[in-house]
């Protein structure tokens, strides 16, 4: 399935260059594993869209209505949760 969505301007950038690999979304579509979402880049000063676009493959989900089996909801609601995009470091040894 493709799924498109409008993105502003900064945080499409930081997709394309690689440094942003996660999304936060409104969970108001259906989406699995192996889905494209398509981020459309809209105009920082309009939000109009620009034409560009960029395709993202789908690798995982969670909603956050999950969370709730891992913290109690009064301390969600205290302190939020904390998206935290990983990836395995690497080390260069000489």
Known sequence: MIIKKKVKHEYFEL???GRKR???RLADFDAKPGDTLILQEQ???TNELTGREHACEILHL???KDVEQF???E???KYG???IAIRKKYTHDK
């Open 15 to 17: 997709v394309v260059d």
């Open 22 to 24: 996660f999304e936060i």
């Open 43 to 45: 105009d920082p000063v």
């Open 62 to 64: 969670f909603n956050t």
């Open 71 to 73: 913290y109690p909801k």
């Open 75 to 77: 301390d969600i609601e």
């Open 81 to 83: 949760l904390a998206v």
